[in-house]
């Protein structure tokens, strides 16, 4: 039978395996090795011979700050330090790969509930991201088995530019400025559980348009305890984007204390803030929208507190689909 078709053979032993991508990553997949988690965030692949295994996990890339020890940190909490007890941990000098991103190399010792293993974590730094990929394989004999298929994958990772990333579902990262020009909204809100009661809600909004001019609008309430009041700020102001870079210049801001009969009980002055963020989109399976996520040095009045997801825990996160409810308008 395999006789018969000597050339079939041949061509699928020399197939390419298909790139794929993750975030605003593109990578080759490893070849030879079973895709085994597909969850939103990560991509895992695993190979098992006989009692061996090797499990590479890419974890998707987020916006990278200034702080490059506190990148790599962070991608050891999440990746590593969150699921495992590390010993033994030691770390390469940064080097580059074949793609021209940063690479950060450490390995350890790792334990859990179900046992020990060797592992690596390769953070990658570069194109404003920082995203990792961990190896996993049951001892330090057999995880070099794994490295060079590792390294394959590592070495194949790009990073889409600004001109190409789209807003297709799946994707994540920086876009193009004209995607840009929308209305972005986010809204909070405060119960306490049993009561009805409400400690305060936020509603707040971003207008950018194709000018390069924007508006932003913030709705505080304060909630069930106290005097009815809602707290207002309107700035408006010029934007620049220069790739994953967005720079909010204000040239008017104000702010009013207003009662539920729409009085003017006090005036305040609210802080003109100059700031830039790292920009992206992330699509969200669950809302099925794409977000866009505002990253800037350190929280902001404008926006506030940090929303605190676990995929940007240091950020903003706007819609451009979801209903605004000004109690104001």
């Known amino acids: 039978m395999l006789r018969s078709l000597p050339c079939v053979v041949t ?3 020399s197939a390419p395996v298909a790139a794929e991508t993750l975030g605003v990553w593109t990578f080759t997949p490893p070849d030879g090795y079973t ?5 939103e965030g990560l991509r895992g692949y695993t190979k098992i011979t006989g009692k061996t295994f090797c499990a590479i996990g890419l974890y998707v890339p987020r916006v990278a700050t200034s702080d490059v020890p506190a990148d790599i940190n962070k991608e050891w909490a999440d990746v590593i330090a969150a699921r495992f007890s590390a010993a033994n941990v030691v770390r390469a000098p940064a080097k580059p790969t074949k793609k021209k991103l940063t690479q950060y190399v450490m390995g350890a010792n790792l334990s859990d509930k179900n046992g020990t293993y060797a592992a690596q974590l390769v953070v990658l730094i570069g194109g404003g991201t920082v995203g990792s990929v961990r190896l996993m394989s049951n001892d330090a004999r057999t995880i070099t088995t794994c490295q060079d298929a590792t390294r ?3 070495d194949s990772i790009t990073i889409k530019s600004a001109a190409t990333v789209t ?3 799946g994707d994540s990262g920086t876009a193009t400025a004209a995607s840009l020009a929308a209305a972005w909204s986010a809204s909070s809100l405060s119960k306490e559980p049993g009561t009805g009661m409400s400690n305060g809600s936020i509603v707040r909004q971003y207008v950018f348009k194709k000018d390069g001019t924007y508006t932003f609008r913030r709705e505080t309430w304060f909630g069930h305890h106290g005097p009815p009041r809602w707290y207002i700020v309107d700035e408006s102001g010029t934007y620049k984007v220069a790739g994953n870079r967005l ?3 204000p040239n008017a801001v104000k702010g009013v204390v207003k009662d539920d009969k729409n009085k003017v009980v006090k005036t305040e002055r609210p802080a003109a803030e100059t700031t830039t963020y790292a920009w992206q989109f992330h699509y969200s399976k669950g809302l099925q929208e794409n977000q866009l996520v505002l990253t800037p040095e350190k929280a902001t009045s404008r926006d506030g507190a940090f ?3 676990s995929l940007f825990p240091n950020s903003y ?5 979801s209903k605004v409810e000004w109690r104001y308008p």
Do not use: F, I, K, R
Not at 35 to 39: H, W
Not at 317 to 321: A, E, N
């Open 152 to 154: 394959g994958v590592v």
């Open 35 to 39: 895709l085994t988690d597909s969850a």
């Open 307 to 309: 929303d605190g997801g």
């Open 11 to 13: 061509l699928l032993l």
């Open 167 to 169: 807003s297709e579902p």
């Open 317 to 321: 996160s706007y819609s451009s689909q």
């Open 247 to 249: 720079t909010l210049t």
